[in-house]
């Protein structure tokens, strides 16, 4: 099994930041893409941004140039940095790691508990 345990959610004021980690453990052969989606009350989850192994990033329109994902060199902790926050960006945020368990096993999605981000107007 995977476990990714996301760490860094809060209260803060619009205009303020916020840096999200997240770290994947377990039986790990090696994580292809992993990313950031949030879920805000009565909405859908959606994509705020994704990391590939070789480093190609990928935004949601709404967080371009505020957010910005990075990821280690180890490859299994993902980062969110967030700046400019606005009280839209309100909503639980969640990591997910494609992940391959063993060398010839096929990947698959593992997803994170969430973390709550409330921003303030």
């Known amino acids: 099994q995977v476990q990714l345990v996301e760490s860094g959610g809060g209260l803060v004021q619009a205009g303020g930041s916020l840096r999200l980690s997240c770290a994947a453990s377990?039986?790990?052969?090696?994580?292809?893409?992993m990313g950031w989606h949030r879920q805000a009350p009565g909405k859908q989850r959606e994509l705020v941004a994704t990391i590939t192994t070789g480093g190609t990033t990928n935004y949601a329109d709404s967080v371009k140039n505020r957010f910005t994902i990075s990821r280690d060199n180890a490859k299994t902790t993902v980062y969110l940095q967030m700046n400019s926050l606005k009280p839209e960006d309100t909503a639980i945020y969640y990591c997910?790691?494609?992940?391959?368990?063993?060398?010839?096993?096929?990947?698959?999605?593992?997803w994170g508990q969430g973390t709550q981000v409330t921003v303030s107007s």
């Open positions: 997910a790691a494609n992940t391959v368990q063993e060398r010839w096993s096929l990947p698959r999605d593992y």
């Open positions: 377990g039986s790990i052969y090696r994580i292809n893409v």
